[in-house]
């Protein structure tokens, strides 16, 4: 999710060139210096795909990658603007 004032915006399979653009839209018109995308249903994120999605400012990233049926998710920040150091993504039951 994307959360603004303005907006909420969930991004479901968010591997279509349309969904790409609305999100990077979105985040043309926020300060965010760190973004949390979920259900992207995306086995794999690769550099091209957080660039073409988020911008050259979001530089860095990690991912939980989605198995079977649950989804990924994605964090990326920019690097100039805060250290992320060991994230580390847990189970919740």
């Not at 990077?24 to 795909?49: E, G, H, N, P």
């Not at 073409?52 to 100039?80: N, V």
Request: hydrophobic letters at 40%.
């Amino acid at each position: 999710w994307i959360t603004t004032s303005r907006s909420r915006f969930g991004m479901c399979a968010a591997s279509t060139r349309t969904r790409h653009h609305a999100i990077r839209t979105l985040l043309d018109t926020t300060s965010a210096s760190i973004v949390c995308l979920q259900k992207t249903k995306m086995d794999l994120i690769c550099s091209s795909v957080v660039l073409d999605t988020l911008g050259s400012e979001f530089d860095d990233y990690t991912y939980l990658p989605a198995q079977g049926t649950w989804g990924s998710i994605l964090l990326a920040w920019k690097s100039r603007a805060l250290s992320m150091t060991d994230p580390m993504f847990t189970t919740n039951a």
